[in-house]
């Protein structure tokens, strides 16, 4: 089974076995589009391809889905467009270092240090923050740089950032993105990684998987810094090393050599105890609350079906 897909960085050709299932399809997708959540449209006008009404076991050539020699388009799908529509609040940061409840940690003896998280404000910039701390350093301008290298970069690249890809006319998406409250996701990553020249690594907290965004070409011998973000459905964070634990954020390192195997596996150590914790947020079934009427639902369809009939966009995870 051949296919194209399209994504922000071009087109890729899959090729899977006859026996390959939906969530094989969608790891691959994922792995040659370097989105970490993606919606697929194909055909002539493209119209939505929605993969999330199979279960990830069922054979792709079960489905009724006529895919072999089709071209797809991926488009980003992930906290910027769920938060933009719906204005979703994750639940209360469990980690507070007042009452002693600090992050996991996990000690890299390697590199003598420990490996930890680094928290970032929920204020809509948790991606340019998790970002800029560990290109940047420190600094009130940060978000505003980032967003606005963001904007720039769509602008120098109308063929490869248009509507199709953005959802939006590139013009406003540039407008869109600059504002203090529109949330970042695999685009901004990608641009910002591009930008900088080093990898970004994206740590699912859900399910583990490591979604790498401007890798360096096999067999170059190119030899780039990776940046490690911990993604948590809605929210992300940074990881750093902790020289000596000594626990100091000005003593912090955040960039490690992209060959680096070890702070990388350390790094998804550490992800798991998170995932042991719950530190995530199940976008596609977690139960939700509209917090304007009280409403109860399931899941980013449920949200968004409830949005289109009430008006309303006040979202939090339901509790008890």
């Given at each position: 089974?051949?296919?194209?897909?399209?994504?922000?960085?071009?087109?890729?050709?899959?090729?899977?076995?006859?026996?390959?299932?939906?969530?094989?399809?969608?790891?691959?997708?994922?792995?040659?589009?370097?989105?970490?959540?993606?919606?697929?449209?194909?055909?002539?006008?493209?119209?939505?391809?929605?993969?999330?009404?199979?279960?990830?076991?069922?054979?792709?050539?079960?489905?009724?889905?006529?895919?072999?020699?089709e071209q797809?388009?991926?488009?980003?799908?992930?906290?910027?467009?769920?938060?933009?529509?719906?204005?979703?609040?994750?639940?209360?940061?469990?980690?507070?270092?007042?009452?002693?409840?600090?992050?996991?940690?996990?000690?890299?003896?390697?590199?003598?240090?420990?490996?930890?998280?680094?928290?970032?404000?929920?204020?809509?910039?948790?991606?340019?923050?998790?970002?800029?701390?560990?290109?940047?350093?420190?600094?009130?301008?940060?978000?505003?740089?980032?967003?606005?290298?963001?904007?720039?970069?769509?602008?120098?690249?109308?063929?490869?950032?248009?509507?199709?890809?953005?959802?939006?006319?590139?013009?406003a998406y540039?407008?869109?993105?600059?504002?203090?409250?529109?949330?970042?996701?695999?685009?901004?990553?990608?641009?910002?990684?591009?930008a900088f020249?080093?990898?970004?690594?994206?740590?699912?907290?859900?399910?583990?998987?490591?979604?790498?965004?401007?890798?360096?070409?096999?067999?170059?011998?190119?030899?780039?810094?990776?940046?490690?973000?911990?993604?948590?459905?809605?929210?992300?964070?940074?990881?750093?090393?902790?020289?000596?634990?000594?626990?100091?954020?000005?003593?912090?390192?955040?960039?490690?050599?992209?060959?680096?195997?070890?702070?990388?596996?350390?790094?998804?150590?550490?992800?798991?105890?998170?995932?042991?914790?719950?530190?995530?947020?199940?976008?596609?079934?977690?139960?939700?609350?509209?917090?304007?009427?009280?409403?109860?639902?399931?899941?980013?369809?449920?949200?968004?079906?409830?949005?289109?009939?009430?008006?309303?966009?006040?979202?939090?995870?339901?509790?008890?």
């Open positions: 089974m051949r296919m194209r897909v399209r994504g922000p960085s071009g087109v890729a050709t899959l090729t899977l076995d006859d026996s390959a299932t939906v969530q094989e399809l969608q790891s691959v997708i994922s792995e040659k589009t370097s989105l970490p959540a993606f919606e697929l449209k194909s055909g002539y006008p493209p119209k939505a391809l929605d993969l999330a009404q199979f279960d990830g076991t069922v054979k792709l050539k079960d489905t009724g889905l006529k895919l072999d020699g797809l388009i991926a488009v980003a799908r992930d906290q910027s467009a769920t938060s933009d529509l719906l204005n979703l609040t994750r639940k209360p940061n469990p980690f507070d270092p007042a009452t002693g409840n600090d992050p996991p940690e996990v000690p890299v003896p390697t590199h003598a240090g420990v490996m930890i998280l680094r928290v970032m404000p929920d204020d809509n910039s948790c991606l340019f923050r998790a970002l800029g701390t560990a290109l940047m350093g420190d600094g009130l301008d940060i978000m505003h740089e980032l967003r606005a290298m963001v904007a720039q970069g769509i602008q120098t690249n109308p063929e490869l950032y248009n509507a199709a890809v953005l959802q939006k006319a590139p013009d540039c407008e869109w993105i600059q504002r203090e409250d529109s949330w970042g996701g695999g685009i901004e990553i990608g641009l910002i990684s591009q020249g080093v990898e970004v690594a994206s740590i699912n907290v859900q399910d583990l998987r490591v979604d790498k965004f401007n890798e360096a070409p096999l067999g170059s011998g190119e030899k780039r810094q990776r940046v490690i973000l911990v993604y948590s459905g809605i929210h992300y964070d940074t990881i750093a090393l902790s020289p000596d634990g000594c626990m100091v954020p000005e003593l912090d390192i955040k960039q490690f050599d992209s060959e680096d195997d070890i702070i990388l596996e350390k790094a998804r150590e550490l992800c798991a105890k998170l995932q042991a914790s719950h530190y995530y947020t199940d976008t596609a079934g977690f139960d939700l609350k509209c917090n304007i009427c009280g409403w109860m639902g399931k899941g980013e369809k449920g949200a968004t079906e409830h949005a289109k009939q009430t008006g309303h966009m006040n979202f939090g995870e339901a509790t008890g």
